[in-house]
């Protein structure tokens, strides 16, 4: 299984960004799609993540500015960030888990910087 993330970037405080990740591969069947992020000296930590049957869990810092939404016929997971902050800076990371073959699949990280 193969992840591709997309969307990342430099943008002003305030701005807005949307991350895509798509999964291929033998895939018949994804439970959990993520996001996590982690900061520079920092631990990785999840952002939001959304089941098979449409979920949703964000962290609190999170809350109310970003959306996560997946498109199951194209294995595609989306992150909308609105009102970004610069403390949002970070390597974001796409995480999958599936359960047709059973796998924990992260993809490679999109650096997202949001100036003051």
């Known amino acids: 299984v193969q992840l591709v993330e997309s969307g990342g970037g430099l943008v002003q405080s305030g701005g807005s960004l949307r991350l895509s990740c798509a999964a291929s591969g033998s895939i018949f069947s994804i439970n959990v799609m993520g996001w996590y992020r982690q900061a520079p000296g920092k631990q990785r930590e999840l952002v939001a993540l959304i089941t098979s049957g449409g979920s949703t869990t964000y962290a609190d810092s999170v809350k109310g500015r970003f959306t996560i939404s997946r498109d199951n016929a194209k294995n595609t997971v989306y992150l909308q960030m609105n009102s970004l902050k610069p403390e949002d800076t970070a390597v974001y990371y796409c995480?999958?888990?599936?359960?047709?073959?059973?796998?924990?699949?992260w993809g490679q990280g999109t650096q997202v910087t949001v100036s003051s």
């Open positions: 995480h999958v888990i599936t359960t047709i073959p059973f796998g924990d699949y």
